[in-house]
């Protein structure tokens, strides 16, 4: 579900506002929001990497304008702006430090020259704690005191909110919760990064290819091996699909990968025991749209219930995100919000 | 080390004042302290768990009013009291449920029930939890930002501190750090909660002495046989002497241990990236006392560098905890004392 469908017009919005960026390697969306998180305006622009990061915060400037004018406000308007990138990152210092995906701009001060483009204070955060504190706002989490999310696309992000606490580690570090160890042995999956046995290695787009590659190798019967040999591309897309026409094999992958996202679940309900649990990211199988979708969310609560601890089993709420997309620029404006608000206290007592 | 050792005197002493109470399946400790942390007076009584709960908390109570009088000090000038018991309980209502190591005591309201002998209001928190808010305080972690405790005894306990925020989870649950989920398959170790895979079932005492019995059944040479056909009791700390006097298979124990360790640590920096892990419990092989105390440290670090994100591995601290068993009624003391300046500093804005 896309929040971009339910605009507010200026009439009933909040003040004050905020804008949020949340930067991706193939695009940039920019929306304003009011206090309560509700989006006036909003637009994508093309990253472009290769143009390098001075042209990227210089559009990002002009596209900030831009929905502070498609909402009918001025600049003055505007209270703070949340930007939120990929990592990795130095958050206090707000520097881009070797991002996967946008190569070339490492080490790129980013929050500064963004700020001088826009003539606005910056919040910095990490894209996936951002769109978590979206969903923790006003998307999935909004009844819940605190939530852990589970991104779960090429790879599996994180986010952790603790009553309002973002949980940005000492060292932006936080929450990288694709990269807990859930097997020790040195025959463990390997991870993106390198390491063993991290969840990421089994329950990623990444992961779920290659556990699909190597069962039909191994031999395992499924009408995936048509599809591939009929020149379509192994995607979780093309596996979803298959299972949801009966093929027995692609629907088993399904539910392996919903285990593992469980087993997850689990650590973070034994270590962060928060109110609930939310899943989202391009990998949901379609969410509550979809029959496979469903069935995915009931075999991560079937792992769950089989795994943790009684009470935490019990209480705690995992459902899909609701945020899709948009959930990176309105949590990062949530963010900017927060910061706003902090500062305007004072400092702590 | 023992904070005991330093007791401070009233005239060095910094009001307000606040008393701790650590209970454990023995004994319960009880201890004075100031506003910095520094202990003015203690003692230890019997739990005595037979007597049941109602005995058990007034003679609470009356250990409370000794270690006032001990320090020069009346009821008047203690502002709170803190009081942390073994789980499961539910901290909001003050409740133990099912403690393990108190079972008579179950469903019993034992905040309350202190809180009327004492005749002053109580903190209640998890023991594990307030040993670990203890060293955060002014012990192993007293400069660190944010830190993780793993309490290696019986079982494997965990304290995770953000900023002063303990994280006490939604269900009394939080910080179970040794119920992560290091091997997910069905092979997996059994844990003492029933649950496979957990980092418990492979480096609390109990686990052990498991491993080191089944490799000795499988026929491992080890100067622990001898010593068993001698009578003697297969514990942590015979398995240190052996390592000590340069058994290859009792070092190899310890060793192993270490890396499960360094596998939790891991964990814990992905996940809550804190600027420091401490380890404290009876099972860390003499600390930095002994020779394999520090080769014990020494591993877990080596593990943490072989199997952590570059970031955290390069600065995230980890040492040994230094309140030794005084953390637990210390550590109380300062929750008490923190809930004391919340409630003093108004409701949040």
């Given at each position: 579900m896309s929040n971009a469908s339910e605009l507010i017009g200026l009439d009933k919005a909040k003040p004050p506002f905020f804008v949020g960026v949340d930067v991706g390697g193939t695009n940039i969306k920019v929306g304003l929001v009011d206090d309560e998180g509700r989006t006036l305006s909003h637009l994508s622009i093309r990253t472009l990497v290769d143009r390098g990061p001075e042209d990227g915060a210089e559009r990002m400037g002009q596209a900030v304008k831009e929905v502070i004018a498609a909402a009918g406000l001025r600049p003055a308007d505007i209270v703070r702006v949340g930007l939120g990138t990929p990592g990795t990152m130095d958050v206090p210092k707000g520097m881009l430090l070797e991002p996967v995906n946008l190569k070339s701009w490492r080490n790129f001060p980013i929050r500064d020259r963004v700020a001088f483009h826009v003539g606005l204070p910056v919040t910095y955060a990490n894209d996936a704690k951002s769109a978590a504190y979206g969903e923790y706002w006003v998307g999935s989490?909004?009844?819940?005191?605190s939530m852990v999310l589970f991104t779960l696309g090429t790879g599996i992000g994180g986010g952790i909110i603790i009553g309002d606490l973002l949980?940005?580690?000492?060292?932006?570090?936080?929450?990288?919760?694709?990269?807990?160890?859930?097997d020790y042995n040195d025959n463990a999956r390997v991870c993106g990064c390198g390491h063993r046995g991290h969840l990421e290695a089994y329950a990623s787009a990444t992961a779920v290819i290659k556990r699909t590659e190597e069962a039909l190798a191994a031999g395992r019967k499924s009408s995936l091996s048509a599809k591939i040999e009929a020149g379509a591309e192994l995607t979780p897309l093309l596996i979803a699909t298959e299972a949801e026409a009966g093929d027995t094999f692609a629907l088993e992958i399904v539910h392996d990968t919903a285990r593992y996202i469980g087993i997850g679940a689990v650590n973070m309900m034994h270590v962060i025991d928060p109110s609930g649990i939310v899943l989202g990211g391009a990998m949901t199988f379609g969410g509550h749209g979809t029959a496979l979708g469903r069935q995915f969310l009931a075999t991560v609560k079937e792992e769950v219930q089989r795994r943790a601890l009684p009470i935490p089993a019990a209480k705690t709420t995992i459902d899909f995100a609701t945020l899709g997309g948009d959930a990176g620029y309105i949590g990062v404006a949530g963010l900017a919000r927060q910061e706003n608000r902090r500062l305007s206290a004072g400092p702590p007592k």
């Open positions: 989490g909004r009844n819940l005191h949980v940005v580690g000492e060292h932006s570090h936080g929450a990288e919760c694709g990269h807990m160890i859930v």
